[in-house]
């Protein structure tokens, strides 16, 4: 039904690591306790993933991913009557599965789903914490430990991809950005195995290239593309190459902004 849904038990893997940068790790454990819903909102590749694999891990929660599309909808996540055998039988989607079973349900990228798929959240975002399913009858109640995480990056919002402020005001909000460099380059060096010393240089690199967001490019350089040069420097990548792979390349498709950016890379990291 869906290629885009991971789901990890409680016991699939160690808490991945995670650098809190606040107290986004106490907001998200309240939540959790007074069964809120959960709001993530910043820029793609600052971590929102990350923080909501760790948080289960660290809960003891199986977690759903599923990672929201322009034709995902609603009967996608509720579940659907498919043919089995002969017979027409009911199949849960992953929230209908998550709401019988308990644990996380998150949807990354939720404004990017077609409309209806918020319409089918509201009645688990109030105090029913319910879901009711047409197709079968049912009304499902959400267990206690059932939670609800959405994500999205206000930067790619334009008039036909916005969350309306009723649906945003069901949630409690967590607002996500880059570390700051020195808590970034300790991200870095953890995730990639690259030394720390070897890894600020290209944290600069990339607060200067997210500098140039809204002007020369759309988006700036993710966290995850980062570990991504560090890990292939670690390997024996020279530094530009992997730059040229990790950093660079990704951010664009203009031959004259890509030299502008070449130019940047050699000045900051010779």
């Known amino acids: 039904m869906l290629d885009t849904v991971q789901t990890l038990s409680a016991a699939a893997v160690e ?38 694999a760790h948080m289960a ?54 404004v990017e789903a077609r409309k209806d798929v918020t319409v089918v959240l509201h009645p688990l975002t ?4 319910v879901l009711p399913l047409e197709r079968t009858g ?28 009723s649906t945003r005001q069901r949630f409690l909000a967590l607002e996500f950005d880059f570390p700051s460099p020195d808590r970034e380059a300790q991200v870095v060096a953890a995730e990639s195995g690259l030394p720390l010393e070897r890894v600020k240089p290209l944290v600069l690199l990339a607060g200067k290239l997210r500098e140039l967001k809204g002007q020369d490019l759309e988006e700036g350089v993710s966290t995850r593309l980062l570990v ?19 950093l660079l390349q990704p951010l664009t498709d203009d031959a004259e902004i890509k030299r502008g950016l070449d130019d940047l890379a050699v000045a900051l990291l010779g």
């Open 57 to 110: 891990a660290k809960l003891g929660l199986p977690l759903t991913t599923v990672a929201c599309h322009d034709d995902l909808t609603a009967a996608d996540l509720t579940g659907r009557y498919l043919l089995k055998g002969g017979e027409t039988v009911w199949v849960d989607g992953p929230l209908t599965r998550t709401v019988r079973q308990g644990g996380i349900l998150y949807l990354d990228e939720v």
């Open 138 to 165: 049912e009304t499902l109640e959400a267990p206690d430990d059932f939670m609800l995480v959405v994500s999205y990056n206000p930067g790619y919002q334009n008039i036909m991809k916005t969350l309306k402020p």
């Open 126 to 129: 109030d105090d029913r914490r």
């Open 15 to 52: 808490a991945p690591y995670y650098l809190p940068t606040g107290d986004e790790c106490a907001v998200f454990d309240a939540a959790y306790r007074n069964k809120l819903p959960l709001l993530l909102k910043g820029p793609t590749g600052c971590g929102k993933t990350r923080f909501v």
């Open 228 to 246: 991504y040069a560090a890990s292939l420097i670690r390997d024996g990548m020279p530094v530009m190459k992997a730059v040229e792979a990790c």
